[in-house]
């Protein structure tokens, strides 16, 4: 499955954005996708997943604020994330796998190309 990830910017703290991660191929139902991001000068850390059967995964950091969906109809992978702060800045990628630890970057087989968020204070 190839993926494309979208909808990064810049916003201010206390406001929202959505990402979208958009799939390629008929079996896009059967993978679990997650969300990570990367800030400079640190290690890839997940950010949430959603199974394939809609249960979903948080990081703590994020729980609360942010939300995951799907819709398998249009391929697609949706991160809501709400009360953004400055260290949510990073890269997000999304990434899709068929089974595995959905917390764990390694696991995943397909990686997007990433999109930046930028959260000013």
């Known amino acids: 499955v190839q993926l494309q990830a979208s909808g990064g910017g810049l916003v201010q703290a206390g406001g929202s954005l959505r990402l979208s991660c958009t799939a390629s191929g008929r079996t896009f139902s059967d993978y679990n996708i997650g969300w990570f991001r990367q800030a400079p000068g640190k290690e890839r850390e997940f950010v949430a997943a959603i199974s394939y059967s809609y249960l979903p995964y948080y990081a703590e950091s994020v729980k609360g604020r942010f939300t995951i969906s799907r819709d398998n109809v249009k391929n697609t992978v949706y991160l809501q994330m709400n009360s953004l702060k400055p260290e949510d800045t990073a890269v997000y990628y999304c990434?899709?796998?068929?089974?595995?630890?959905?917390?764990?970057?390694?696991?995943?087989?397909?990686w997007g190309q990433g999109t930046q968020v930028t959260v000013s204070s």
């Open positions: 990434a899709a796998v068929v089974s595995g630890r959905l917390r764990e970057a390694r696991d995943y087989g397909s």
